[in-house]
C-alpha cells in the first residue's frame, strides 16, 4: 500500500546552518500529492507547503520543497534555519489522485522534529 | 472564522472510564478527520466523515473507539473503557472537499488525554 518515511525522527541544527527534512513516499499512481505540514508547539497543525507537479520547486515561508517523481522524494529544505523553526515537521500523501474517486485521504509520515539551537 | 474546535482541551480520566470529545469543523467544510498524536506513533489516522457519512474508519481501534457526526457543525469520538495506552493528543481536522486530493486540512488545538 502507499507509505511515507521520513527517516529521521529528530533533526538537531544550529541557527544559521540549512535545513533538510527527508520524506520519501511510495504509492501506485503516477499522480501523487504530497504535502509538508508543521505543527508548532502550542498551536494546531498547519499546512506549509503542497505539490503534485514533478521537479517543480514550492516555496512558502522560506521553506522550498520539489517534488521528485523519479526518486519519489518531497524533501523540505531552508537556506538558514531560525531559533522560530523548531517545530514537528510531517509529510503527506494523497493516497487519491483527483479525478480517481472522491473519498481520498492522507498518508503520513511519522514526522520530524526540528530543534534549532543558538 | 473561529477554525476547528476542539473541547475538551484536556481531560483526565481513569482507567475504565468513558472520555468523550468533540469537535467542531469550520463552516462550510464538508469532510472531518480524527487523529491520535503520540511521540511514538506520530499522527495516526482514526477515522473520516463527508458530509457527516463515515468514510472510513480503517485507524480506529474497533473495540471501544467510535464516531460520530449526527450534524454538519460538531463531530464526537468516544472512548469506553480508556485504558492507559490510549493517552494521547487527539486532533480534529476539516476540510472543504475529500481531504485528499490538493485540499489543505485545518485541525483544531487537540484534546490532551490523560487515562491514569
Known amino acids: 500500500g502507499d507509505s511515507v518515511t521520513q527517516k529521521e525522527g529528530l533533526v538537531t541544527l544550529t541557527e544559521g546552518l540549512p535545513v533538510m527534512l527527508n520524506c520519501t513516499y511510495q504509492?501506485?499512481?503516477?499522480?501523487?500529492?504530497l504535502f509538508w505540514y508543521v505543527h508548532y508547539l502550542n498551536e494546531s497543525p498547519r499546512l506549509l507547503l503542497k505539490s503534485s507537479t514533478d521537479n517543480k520547486r514550492t516555496e512558502h515561508q522560506g521553506f522550498h520543497a520539489t517534488l521528485h517523481k523519479s526518486s519519489s522524494s518531497f524533501h523540505l529544505q531552508k537556506s538558514s534555519a531560525q531559533l522560530s523553526d523548531s517545530a514537528l515537521y510531517y509529510c503527506?500523501?494523497?493516497?487519491?489522485?483527483f479525478g480517481v474517486g472522491d473519498n481520498s485521504k492522507l498518508i503520513w509520515g511519522l514526522g520530524t522534529s526540528l530543534v534549532v539551537n543558538p | 472564522n473561529a477554525g476547528v474546535i476542539q473541547t475538551p482541551r484536556h481531560k483526565v480520566t481513569g482507567k475504565g472510564q468513558e472520555a468523550t470529545l468533540w469537535c467542531e469543523p469550520i463552516?462550510?467544510?464538508?469532510?472531518v478527520f480524527w487523529y491520535r498524536q503520540t511521540i511514538v506513533q506520530g499522527l495516526e489516522f482514526l477515522t473520516y466523515?463527508?458530509?457527516?457519512?463515515?468514510?472510513?474508519d480503517s485507524g480506529m481501534p474497533k473495540e471501544r473507539f467510535s464516531a460520530q457526526m449526527p450534524n454538519q457543525s460538531h463531530s464526537t469520538l468516544k472512548i469506553q473503557s480508556t485504558q492507559p495506552q490510549d493517552s494521547a493528543v487527539y486532533l480534529c481536522?476539516?476540510?472543504?472537499?475529500?481531504?485528499?486530493?490538493?485540499?489543505?486540512?485545518?485541525f483544531g488545538p487537540g484534546t490532551r488525554l490523560l487515562v491514569l
Open positions: 481536522a476539516s476540510s472543504s472537499r475529500g481531504g485528499g486530493n490538493q485540499d489543505t486540512q485545518y
Open positions: 504509492t501506485i499512481y503516477s499522480n501523487a500529492f
Open positions: 503527506a500523501l494523497s493516497d487519491t489522485p
Open positions: 466523515f463527508r458530509n457527516q457519512a463515515p468514510i472510513d
Open positions: 463552516s462550510g467544510h464538508s469532510a
